[in-house]
C-alpha cells in the first residue's frame, strides 16, 4: 500500500515538474523540420506556420528544409531527436502513406512521434487535356473504358499522393490508365498541358493557372466536400464515383516522450494562429482549409490513414521506387 502511494507522488512530482519545464518553455529556438524541398506548398504552409509560433513563443522558430527518400531522411532525424520540444516538425499525407508504401522505415510512423496539431487541409483536382473530348468524370470513365489501356496519367513519382489518388480513382471506377511517374510535379504538369499525358491529378495551386488560361480541363475536387476555392467544381462522389475520398494535410509532429504541457502548449498556439485572418487568407490562396483541433484528433487521423493507405498500395500492387 505505501509502494503504491510513494509511486502515485512520484508521478505527481514529475506531473508538477513537467508542467514547471513547459511555462518556461521555450527558452532557445525551435527548429522544425521540414522533410521536402523549400518553395513548395508545403514548405510555404511551414514557414507561415513557423512564423506564427514564433510570434506565440517568443522564441524563433526556424524551419529546416532535409528533403530526399520521399521525406524519409527529415522524418527519420525528428524520430532521433531529443524529445525535448525544441524539435518539431511539419508533415504531409506522405507520412502516412509511406507506412505502407516501404516495407522497412527507420522509423514507425505512429509509434515514435507525439501529434501535435492538423494545421489544414487540401483537396487535389482531377485536371484533363482537352483533347480528351470529355467535360465531366463519368465521362471520362466511359471513355477510359472504351480505351482500355491507352489513356495515360502523370505523377509526380511513384508513391506520391498524388499518385496514390489516381490508383484509388482506377481502382473505384475500374478502368485501366497507364501511370507515367516524373521526377516531380513540374514536369508532370508540362508534359500533360503539352498532351503527351492526358490526365493529371495535382493541387489546385499547381494546375488552377492552366485551367484559367484553358490548358487544362477541371473536372472535379476529390475531397467529399466542395472546395471552397473552387465552388463550382463538384467532387468525385457528386461526380458518381460512390465513397471516392482523398485529401491532402499539413500537420505538426514531435518525437516520442515529447512533455505532455509542451505538446499542449504548441497546440494551442496554432489552434490560435489558424484563427488569424491573414493566415486564414494565405491559407485559402493555396486552396488549403484551415483545421485545428487536439493532438489526440489528429494521432486518430493518421492512424486511420495508415491503414487505408497501406491496404490501398496493397489492392494496387504498388511498389516504392
Known amino acids: 500500500m505505501k509502494s503504491a502511494r510513494f509511486l502515485i507522488l512520484i508521478a505527481a512530482a514529475l506531473a508538477s515538474l513537467d508542467a514547471l519545464a513547459a511555462d518556461a518553455y521555450p527558452t532557445k529556438p525551435v527548429r522544425m523540420i521540414a522533410p521536402f524541398a523549400a518553395g513548395g506548398g ?17 522564441q524563433q522558430v526556424v524551419v529546416d528544409n532535409r528533403p530526399g527518400a520521399s521525406n524519409i531522411i ?13 524539435t518539431i516538425m511539419i508533415a504531409n499525407t506522405v507520412h502516412a502513406i509511406n507506412a505502407g508504401l516501404f516495407k522497412k522505415l527507420p522509423y514507425d510512423p505512429v509509434g515514435d512521434f507525439a501529434a501535435v496539431v492538423l494545421i489544414a487541409t487540401t483537396p487535389y483536382m482531377l485536371n484533363v487535356h482537352p483533347s480528351l473530348p470529355v467535360k465531366s468524370v ?21 508513391g506520391t499522393a ?34 503527351r ?27 467529399a466536400v466542395r472546395s471552397k476555392l473552387l465552388p463550382d467544381l463538384p467532387t468525385m462522389q457528386e461526380s458518381g464515383i460512390r465513397g471516392y475520398e482523398f485529401g ?31 493566415v486564414r487568407s494565405r491559407l485559402a490562396a ?36
Open 42 to 58: 508545403a514548405d510555404t504552409v511551414a514557414r507561415l506556420v513557423a512564423q506564427k509560433l514564433s510570434d506565440a513563443l517568443g
Open 74 to 86: 527529415g522524418t527519420e532525424l525528428t524520430a532521433r531527436s531529443a524529445p525535448d520540444g525544441y
Open 138 to 158: 463519368r465521362e471520362l470513365v466511359a471513355l477510359a473504358k472504351s480505351r482500355p489501356g491507352q489513356i495515360n496519367y502523370a505523377s509526380p513519382g511513384s
Open 162 to 195: 498524388a499518385h496514390l489518388a489516381a490508383e484509388m480513382f482506377k481502382l473505384d471506377t475500374g478502368i485501366e490508365i497507364v501511370h507515367i511517374p516524373y521526377k516531380g510535379i513540374t514536369q508532370a504538369l508540362t508534359d500533360t498541358v503539352a498532351g
Open 197 to 223: 499525358t492526358q490526365i493529371l491529378i495535382s493541387a489546385p495551386i499547381t494546375a488552377l493557372p492552366q485551367v484559367k488560361a484553358g490548358r487544362l480541363k477541371a473536372l472535379a475536387v476529390t475531397t
Open 248 to 278: 491532402s494535410w499539413y500537420g505538426l509532429l514531435a518525437p516520442r516522450g515529447t512533455p505532455v504541457a509542451v505538446i499542449a502548449r504548441l497546440n494551442d498556439a496554432v489552434n490560435k494562429a489558424l484563427q488569424q485572418n491573414d
Open 286 to 321: 493555396d486552396a488549403a482549409d484551415p483545421a485545428g483541433g487536439t493532438p489526440e484528433q489528429f494521432a486518430e487521423q493518421i492512424r486511420q490513414e495508415v491503414r487505408k493507405f497501406s491496404e490501398l498500395v496493397r489492392k494496387s500492387k504498388l511498389q516504392a521506387d
